[in-house]
């Protein structure tokens, strides 16, 4: 029963996360990062290569997650140890790269 619990909630959440990364890759306007902000074109030099590299950094944070849901089936302790690790050692990756982002194509 805890695995169907675990792959009810870590689904839709690793799902999530990769879906940000396919929507920010596919997006033509520039992809915001922050909650209430937003980035003007104006700002960007290259749309399609920033919107493809938040992409990419999205789909990288959803990694340990979808690792995660598939340990469980195996080991739900350590599964919900990659979760813990790749979300709190995640955070800080996300913060750094978009700013690395931002920085790298702002004009």
Do not use: H, Q
């Not at 789909?59 to 140890?81: E, K, R, V």
């Amino acid at each position: 029963m805890e695995i169907i619990i675990w792959l009810v909630i870590m689904i839709p959440c690793s799902l999530l996360l990769t879906s940000i990364g396919i929507y920010a890759w596919r997006r033509k306007k520039p992809m915001w990062f922050w909650s209430g902000s937003t980035v003007s074109i104006d700002e960007i030099t290259d749309v399609k290569a920033y919107n493809r590299e938040n992409g990419i950094m999205w789909i990288c944070y959803s990694l340990p997650l979808w690792i995660s849901t598939l340990m469980g089936f195996w080991n739900i302790s350590l599964a919900g140890i990659v979760l813990i690790i790749g979300c709190l050692g995640g955070a800080p990756f996300l913060v750094i790269s978009y700013n690395r982002i931002y920085r790298k194509y702002k004009r």
